[in-house]
């Protein structure tokens, strides 16, 4: 794991002063690769004019709007309020989608009522995004060839009355009956495994399968609803 020294403001006080004396003398260092689309994982802590910070390290523990995280020296208290930003997209905004030994990147700046702690404005899970990205490019492959294989047909229209592995698909003011196969895939927006009870009533729901006298077994079903944008989102 790679080391970096830390680089401090005249704004950072306290315990984060008096440790940044201490870790800028620290020049010992070992390195170990990361994994396939994620930082080599080197612990960071960078301070800069005002207080902003740049942190790296992996979670200790995780909570709806806290973080700790062991960077540099020790535990850092993440503070994650409503206004920040939880990365990737895939998580819905949703701390408590991360684990711990998660390796994270958080952005904001060093709080003025607490040692060792962080307001963040934004979080980013990398370990959480390589897992997604495998996710999804696996349930893509394997739907494309559940598609390759047969001959039913797409149907796109709003979902209701979601019970067991049945609901109803209106489309174009047609309602239709789903029976979803119990080998079926169901996804979300982004590709992501989800569970039938997650669709609600009013989604936007793709299906695939076929059409008998108004009854649809459905062999692909997605969610293109889930999760919902973000306010001026486009991912």
């Given at each position: 794991?790679?080391?970096r ?6 704004a950072?006080?306290g315990?984060v ?15 170990t ?6 930082p080599s ?10 207080g902003r910070v ?9 909570s709806?709007?806290?973080l700790?995280?062991?960077s540099w020296?020790?535990?850092w ?11 990737p997209?895939?998580?819905g ?11 994270v ?14 307001d963040?404005?934004?979080v980013?899970d990398?370990t959480?995004?390589?897992a ?21 047909r797409?149907f796109q229209g709003?979902?209701?009355a979601?019970?067991g ?5 209106t489309?174009n003011g ?14 979300n927006?982004?590709?992501?495994t ?7 009533s ?10 008998a006298s ?5 062999q692909?079903v ?10 001026g989102g486009?991912?």
């Open positions: 794991m790679t080391i020294k830390i680089v401090m403001g005249t950072v006080v315990s002063l008096a440790f940044a004396l201490i870790a800028s003398a620290q020049t010992a260092s070992t390195t690769s990361g994994s396939p689309g994620t994982q080197p612990m960071v802590f960078e301070a800069g004019p005002a740049l942190l790296r390290g992996t979670i200790d523990s995780v709806a709007n806290l700790t995280v062991k020296g020790g535990d208290t993440v503070n994650v309020g409503s206004g920040a930003e939880v990365l997209v895939a998580a905004n949703d701390l408590t989608q991360f684990k711990t030994g998660d390796f990147g958080v952005q904001g700046t060093v709080s003025q009522s607490a040692n060792w702690t962080v963040a404005t934004l980013r990398w959480y995004r390589q997604v990205n495998q996710e999804r490019q696996q349930n893509v492959q394997s739907i494309r060839q559940t598609i390759q294989s047969g001959t039913p797409n709003t979902a209701g979601v019970s592995s049945t609901f109803t698909l489309v047609t309602p239709y009956t789903v029976n979803v196969a119990a080998n079926a895939q169901v996804v927006r982004n590709w992501l989800l569970s039938l009870a997650s669709i609600q009013g989604d936007t729901v793709r299906v695939w399968g076929t059409n108004g009854t649809i077994t459905a692909i997605r969610d293109v609803t889930i999760p919902a944008l973000p306010i486009t991912h």
